[in-house]
C-alpha cells in the first residue's frame, strides 16, 4: 500500500449520483471536501484528501447511473426487416454506450487518465458487479496501469464505510458473467420473438384495444411473458369456474341467554340425495349428543383452577349458556357428586391437595383416560401443577371433578340438549380471485421470474403493452391481446407462458455466478433450446392467427409489399447486393420473394399460384451460389398440380430447382382459383395465360408455345422414324429437349407393372416418353375406344385424381413429350372446370365424377353448357 509518502489519485465510482455524495461526505467527514462538475451534470465530483491503510489518498468520488452500457445487435441486424428473426440467435452482439452516457462515459475516462487506483462503489449484488465491470472496462481503455479494488458493504451509515474502505476486495467476475448471459439470453429471444409476432400479427388483425395499432409493439420477453401467464391462467380459472352446488346442515340451539351454532364437521356435500337422506336421519333422531371435543395444540399458558365466574365465561363462550343456567346445571352435577362446590372465588389450590388422586379418578374413561395415565407416568414429564390465579376465599377450592362417570342415562336435556333449528341449507362454490399485485409479486418471487429489482418493470411492461389491465383494487384481467398471445402459443403445445423455461435459466444463470458453469456453456444450451422454439413456433403461427381470429377482425387495410407477410430471409439480393430476399404473401394469397429494399430495389421472385402454404427452412441449398440460399418447404393445392407431382416439395429458388421451374410454367404465378373472400380476378387470370402461352417451355423463346416450337416437333418426327442402338443392345431414343440418348427401362408401378419408357439420362432434364406411344403414333398409348379414350387401365387407375382425359388428336399426340401432354391435360381440365363450375355450381369435379370411374352426362345437362360434350363417356382413371 505503501507509496513512499506520496499521495496517489483514488478515482471512487458509486452507481447513483446520491450515493456518491453520501460516500464522499461520510469519509470527508464534511471538512475539506471540494465539488465540481463533470461532463454529465447529474453526476458531479467530490474531493477530498484521506488516508486509506496509512497511504495518503487524494480521494475524487464521482457517479454513474445504473448501467453505462447496452448490448445491442450489429447495426446490419438492428432494423427489424434486416433480416430473419431466427438468425438473431446467432447474429453479432456487442455492448455500446449508448447516446445519453456518453457524457458520463466522457468523465471517466477523463477522471481515470490521471489517477491510480479505482475503487467501485456498486450495489453489492450481480446487477452491481456487471455495472462495475462496464466502469473497469471504460477506464482501464484509457488508462491500463490502474489499480482496481471493490468496496463490499450494506448500509451508508459511517461505520460501515469506512469499515468497507480499509479493507477493499477484488471484483467478482463470475457475477459479472452471469448478468452478461441474462443480457445475452434476453436480447436475443425477446428480440426474435418480439420482430416475429409484430410482423405476423399486427398488420393482420384490427386490435381495437390500442389507439395507434401501426405502431404497436407485440412485445415478447423472457420473464414479461410468464409474469403475463400468471395473470391469464388465473383469469382461465376463474372463467372455467363451473358454479356447484352444494347442502351443509346447519344446527342452532336457542336459549334463553341466546343462539348456539354448532357447525358440522363433514362441512358439506355435493349429492343432494345423500344430503337429504342425512338431514331425515337427523331429523327423526332429535336429540343431539356431544361425541367428540377436538382440541388443538397452541403455545399459550396454561389456564387457572377453575372459579365460578370463569366456568360461566366459558360456559357462555362454548355452549351459548347464561350464567343462570350454568349453575343451575352445576348445581345438579355437585349435588350427584360429580364435581366439587361451584360457587367459588378460589382460583389456586393449596399444597395440601392431592392432585394426582382427583386424576387418578379419570384413569378409566375411554376419550381421555390415557392422556391421564400419561400426566401419572414420571418419566413422561407431563406433569406440572397448575399454577395459582392469586385468588382464595378460604372456604371451597377451586371447581374440580370429583369422581368418573362414563355418562348417564338419566341426565336431562340441559346436560345434552335439542336443537332449536336444524336446517338443510344449501350454497354454490365460488372461482378463486383474480391476481392482485401482491399475489402477482408472490407468483414471481416463488418461480425465480425476475429480481426484485426488475420485477415491477416487468409488470409495467405489461401495462405498458396493453397486454394486462389492473383495476381499482390492484387485481389484474388479461386484455384480448394479452389473452390471445398466450392462448395461441398454448395451442401450439409450447409452454411459453409458463415460468419453467425461465426457471432453468435462472437456476443455470445462479451457477454461472457460482462459478460452477461458464457463461459460454449456459448461453449454448439456453439459446440452443430457445430457438428450437421459435423456429416450431414460426412453422406453427397458425395456431396464433386462430388465437387471434377469436378475439379480433381480420384487417382489410392496404399496406405496402415489402411490409405485408413473414418477412422470413431466403437470401441476400443479388441485383442491389445490400437488402435481404425475404418470403412474403401478397394481398391476394400468392407467394414470392422479394427484396426489402423496395422501392430502390424492386428484385421479386414470384413462386407458383398452386402454392397454398410456404415456409422457410434452416436447409440451405448445395448447389446454388452466392450461399445461404435457404430452402423453403412448400405445400401446393392437389387440384391445381398434374398428378405426377407430388403436393409437399422442398425447393430452392435459386436455379437449380427444376420441378420448381416446371410447376411455375405450367401453373403461372397467379392463383387459377379466385381468393377466400373476394370474387374472380378475371383480368389477372388472363393476362397469366397469354403470357405463358407466348413463352415456350422448351427454347424459352417468346411468340410461340411448346405444341409449336420447330426443335420439339422435328424431334418427335425424327424419333418416330429413327432408332438408334445401344452398345448393349437396347433400343434408345434421342431426347427431344437436350439431344443426349434416352435409355429403355421398365416401369414398375401398380397401374403400368412390365410397360417400357425412355427417360433422359441428363442430370437436370427430366425427359420422359412410353415406348409403346412412340410405335402408335400417339402420347398416350394403349388401345382407345370409339370415343379415342384410351381404355388402358380402368377401374384400377388413381380413383381420386380431379384429371379427365376427352379425346386427343393424333396430331396433337405426335410431340412425344412428357411436358406436351401434361400442358395439353392441364389446359382440357381447366376447360373442362370451367363448364362444370357453371353446370354445377358450388361442387367440386370430384364430387361430380363420383366413386364410380365414369360417369354417363345426359344430352340435356351437357348440351346446356357445350354442344361438344354431347353424350361423351368421361374417366376419370385415365389421369
Known amino acids: 500500500m505503501s507509496n513512499g509518502g506520496r499521495s496517489i489519485s483514488v478515482l471512487n465510482v458509486a452507481e447513483k449520483p446520491s450515493v456518491a455524495k453520501s460516500v464522499a461526505t461520510i469519509l470527508s467527514r464534511n471538512q475539506g471536501m471540494r465539488i465540481r462538475e463533470g461532463r454529465s451534470r447529474y453526476n458531479k465530483i467530490f474531493e477530498f484528501n484521506y488516508s486509506i491503510r496509512g497511504q495518503p489518498c487524494r480521494m475524487l468520488v464521482t457517479s454513474v447511473t445504473g448501467h453505462v452500457m447496452e448490448l445491442d445487435f450489429d447495426d446490419r441486424y438492428r432494423k427489424w426487416h434486416s433480416c430473419d428473426p431466427a438468425a438473431l440467435f446467432e447474429a453479432p452482439v456487442r455492448k455500446i454506450v449508448p447516446q445519453d452516457k456518453l457524457d458520463i462515459k466522457r468523465t471517466l475516462e477523463e477522471e481515470s487518465r490521471r489517477c491510480q487506483w479505482l475503487v467501485l462503489w456498486l450495489d453489492c449484488d450481480r446487477e452491481g458487479e456487471n455495472i462495475a465491470f462496464e466502469v473497469?472496462?471504460?477506464?482501464?481503455?484509457?488508462?491500463?496501469?490502474?489499480?482496481?479494488?471493490?468496496?463490499?458493504?450494506?448500509?451508508?451509515?459511517?461505520?460501515?464505510?469506512?469499515?468497507?474502505?480499509?479493507?477493499?476486495?477484488?471484483?467478482?467476475?463470475?457475477?459479472?458473467?452471469?448478468?452478461?448471459?441474462?443480457?445475452?439470453?434476453?436480447?436475443?429471444?425477446?428480440?426474435?420473438?418480439?420482430?416475429?409476432?409484430?410482423?405476423?400479427?399486427?398488420?393482420?388483425?384490427?386490435?381495437?384495444?390500442?389507439?395507434?395499432?401501426?405502431?404497436?409493439?407485440?412485445?415478447?420477453?423472457?420473464?414479461?411473458?410468464?409474469?403475463?401467464?400468471?395473470?391469464?391462467?388465473?383469469?382461465?380459472?376463474?372463467?372455467?369456474?363451473?358454479?356447484?352446488?352444494?347442502?351443509?346442515?346447519?344446527?342452532?340451539?336457542?336459549?334463553?341467554e341466546g343462539l348456539a351454532t354448532f357447525n358440522w364437521m363433514r362441512g358439506h356435500l355435493f349429492d343432494y340425495t345423500c344430503a337429504i337422506i342425512i338431514y331425515e336421519m337427523c331429523i327423526q333422531e332429535p336429540s343431539a349428543t356431544v361425541t367428540k371435543v377436538r382440541q388443538q395444540e397452541k403455545y399459550k399458558y396454561p389456564p387457572h383452577p377453575l372459579n365460578t365466574i370463569e366456568l360461566e365465561k366459558r360456559a357462555s363462550r362454548y355452549f351459548r349458556m347464561s350464567s343462570e343456567h350454568t349453575m343451575k346445571v352445576a348445581e345438579?352435577?355437585?349435588?350427584?357428586?360429580?364435581?366439587?362446590?361451584?360457587?367459588?372465588?378460589?382460583?389456586?389450590?393449596?399444597?395440601?391437595?392431592?392432585?394426582?388422586?382427583?386424576?387418578?379418578?379419570?384413569?378409566?374413561?375411554?376419550?381421555?383416560?390415557?392422556?391421564?395415565?400419561q400426566l401419572l407416568d414420571p418419566g413422561?414429564?407431563?406433569?406440572?401443577?397448575?399454577?395459582?390465579?392469586?385468588?382464595?376465599?378460604?372456604?371451597?377450592?377451586?371447581?374440580?371433578?370429583?369422581?368418573?362417570?362414563?355418562?348417564?342415562?338419566?341426565?336431562?336435556?340441559?346436560?345434552?340438549?335439542?336443537?332449536?333449528?336444524?336446517?338443510?341449507?344449501?350454497?354454490?362454490?365460488?372461482?378463486?380471485?383474480?391476481?392482485?399485485?401482491?399475489?402477482?409479486?408472490?407468483?414471481?418471487?416463488?418461480?425465480?421470474?425476475?429480481?426484485?429489482?426488475?420485477?415491477?418493470d416487468h409488470i409495467k411492461k405489461l401495462l405498458d403493452r396493453f397486454y394486462v389491465t389492473k383495476d381499482q383494487n390492484t387485481r389484474f384481467s388479461p386484455t384480448n391481446l394479452g389473452e390471445a398471445l398466450v392462448m395461441g402459443y398454448d395451442d401450439m403445445g409450447y409452454k411459453l407462458w409458463k415460468p419453467n423455461l425461465r426457471s432453468m435459466m435462472e437456476f443455470d444463470m445462479k451457477a454461472v455466478s457460482e462459478g460452477s458453469k461458464s457463461k459460454t456453456e449456459v448461453l449454448q444450451t439456453c439459446l440452443q433450446q430457445m430457438k428450437a422454439c421459435f423456429i416450431d413456433a414460426r412453422l406453427n403461427k397458425e395456431k396464433l392467427f386462430e388465437a387471434m381470429s377469436v378475439f379480433f377482425d381480420r384487417s382489410?387495410?392496404?399496406?405496402?409489399?415489402?411490409?405485408?407477410?413473414?418477412?422470413?430471409?431466403?437470401?441476400?439480393?443479388?441485383?442491389?447486393?445490400?437488402?435481404?430476399?425475404?418470403?412474403?404473401?401478397?394481398?391476394?394469397?400468392?407467394?414470392?420473394?422479394?427484396?426489402?429494399?423496395?422501392?430502390?430495389?424492386?428484385?421479386?421472385?414470384?413462386?407458383?399460384?398452386?402454392?397454398?402454404?410456404?415456409?422457410?427452412?434452416?436447409?440451405?441449398?448445395?448447389?446454388?451460389?452466392?450461399?445461404?440460399?435457404?430452402?423453403?418447404?412448400?405445400?401446393?393445392?392437389?387440384?391445381?398440380?398434374?398428378?405426377?407431382?407430388?403436393?409437399?416439395?422442398?425447393?430452392?429458388?435459386?436455379?437449380?430447382?427444376?420441378?420448381?421451374?416446371?410447376?411455375?410454367?405450367?401453373?403461372?404465378?397467379?392463383?387459377?382459383m379466385p381468393a377466400r373472400g373476394r370474387g374472380s380476378t378475371q383480368s389477372q387470370s388472363t393476362a397469366q395465360t397469354i403470357s405463358r402461352q407466348q413463352m415456350c417451355t422448351n427454347c424459352r423463346q417468346t411468340g410461340h408455345s411448346l405444341g409449336d416450337c420447330p426443335s420439339v416437333v422435328s424431334a418427335a418426327s425424327h424419333s418416330r422414324t429413327r432408332r438408334r442402338s445401344t452398345h448393349d443392345g437396347e433400343a434408345s431414343v434421342p431426347c427431344s429437349r437436350c439431344g443426349a440418348s434416352c435409355t429403355v427401362r421398365t416401369a414398375n408401378t401398380a397401374n403400368n407393372r412390365g410397360r417400357k419408357f425412355y427417360s433422359c439420362q441428363a442430370q437436370g432434364c427430366n425427359f420422359f416418353v412410353w415406348a409403346d406411344s412412340l410405335d402408335s403414333g400417339t402420347g398416350g398409348g394403349g388401345r382407345r375406344d370409339?370415343?379415342?379414350?384410351?381404355?388402358?387401365?380402368?377401374?384400377?387407375?388413381?380413383?381420386?385424381?380431379?384429371?379427365?382425359?376427352?379425346?386427343?388428336?393424333?396430331?396433337?399426340?405426335?410431340?412425344?413429350?412428357?411436358?406436351?401432354?401434361?400442358?395439353?391435360?392441364?389446359?382440357?381440365?381447366?376447360?373442362?372446370?370451367?363448364?362444370?363450375?357453371?353446370?354445377?355450381?358450388?361442387?367440386?369435379?370430384?364430387?361430380i365424377l363420383g366413386d364410380g370411374g365414369r360417369r354417363e352426362w345426359s344430352s340435356s345437362t351437357a348440351d346446356k353448357a357445350v354442344p361438344s360434350l354431347q353424350n361423351r363417356t368421361w374417366d376419370d382413371d385415365l389421369a
Request: glycine share 6%; hydrophobic share 30%; proline share 5%.
Open 556 to 672: 382489410n387495410r392496404s399496406v405496402r409489399e415489402d411490409q405485408h407477410g413473414t418477412g422470413e430471409v431466403v437470401c441476400l439480393c443479388q441485383l442491389c447486393n445490400q437488402s435481404n430476399m425475404v418470403l412474403k404473401q401478397s394481398r391476394d394469397g400468392n407467394f414470392m420473394v422479394s427484396c426489402l429494399g423496395y422501392p430502390l430495389c424492386r428484385n421479386v421472385v414470384w413462386l407458383p399460384g398452386s402454392v397454398s402454404e410456404a415456409a422457410i427452412t434452416s436447409s440451405v441449398c448445395n448447389s446454388c451460389t452466392p450461399r445461404p440460399i435457404h430452402m423453403i418447404q412448400f405445400k401446393f393445392r392437389r387440384s391445381e398440380i398434374p398428378p405426377n407431382y407430388n403436393v409437399d416439395h422442398l425447393g430452392c429458388i435459386g436455379g437449380c430447382d427444376d420441378i420448381l421451374r416446371q410447376l411455375t410454367e405450367i401453373c403461372g404465378t397467379g392463383s387459377r
Open 380 to 456: 413422561s414429564g407431563l406433569w406440572r401443577n397448575p399454577s395459582n390465579g392469586g385468588h382464595d376465599d378460604k372456604a371451597h377450592p377451586p371447581i374440580h371433578p370429583t369422581k368418573f362417570s362414563p355418562g348417564e342415562n338419566n341426565w336431562s336435556q340441559d346436560h345434552h340438549f335439542v336443537p332449536t333449528t336444524l336446517t338443510l341449507d344449501s350454497g354454490v362454490t365460488r372461482p378463486p380471485p383474480l391476481l392482485s399485485e401482491a399475489d402477482l409479486l408472490s407468483c414471481m418471487d416463488k418461480a425465480g421470474i425476475g429480481t426484485d429489482a426488475t420485477m415491477h
Open 136 to 256: 473497469i472496462d471504460i477506464c482501464t481503455a484509457v488508462n491500463q496501469r490502474l489499480t482496481i479494488k471493490r468496496a463490499r458493504f450494506s448500509a451508508l451509515i459511517e461505520r460501515e464505510i469506512h469499515e468497507s474502505v480499509q479493507n477493499l476486495v477484488e471484483p467478482n467476475q463470475w457475477f459479472a458473467h452471469a448478468v452478461d448471459a441474462r443480457q445475452e439470453i434476453d436480447l436475443r429471444i425477446g428480440a426474435s420473438f418480439t420482430r416475429f409476432q409484430t410482423m405476423l400479427l399486427r398488420d393482420a388483425f384490427v386490435i381495437d384495444s390500442v389507439g395507434d395499432d401501426r405502431n404497436l409493439v407485440l412485445s415478447y420477453g423472457p420473464c414479461q411473458f410468464p409474469t403475463l401467464g400468471f395473470v391469464v391462467e388465473r383469469y382461465w380459472e376463474v372463467q372455467s369456474h363451473e358454479p356447484e352446488e352444494f347442502w351443509t346442515i346447519n344446527c342452532n340451539h336457542r336459549s334463553e
Open 332 to 373: 345438579e352435577l355437585y349435588q350427584a357428586g360429580f364435581i366439587s362446590y361451584p360457587r367459588t372465588e378460589t382460583d389456586s389450590f393449596s399444597a395440601r391437595t392431592n392432585l394426582q388422586a382427583i386424576v387418578q379418578e379419570q384413569l378409566e374413561h375411554p376419550v381421555w383416560g390415557s392422556y391421564a395415565q
Open 786 to 847: 370409339s370415343n379415342g379414350v384410351s381404355s388402358r387401365g380402368r377401374g384400377r387407375g388413381s380413383r381420386g385424381s380431379t384429371f379427365v382425359s376427352p379425346k386427343i388428336d393424333t396430331r396433337t399426340q405426335s410431340m412425344n413429350t412428357k411436358t406436351r401432354f401434361l400442358e395439353e391435360q392441364w389446359k382440357i381440365k381447366k376447360q373442362f372446370q370451367l363448364v362444370l363450375s357453371r353446370v354445377f355450381p358450388g361442387r367440386t369435379l370430384e364430387s
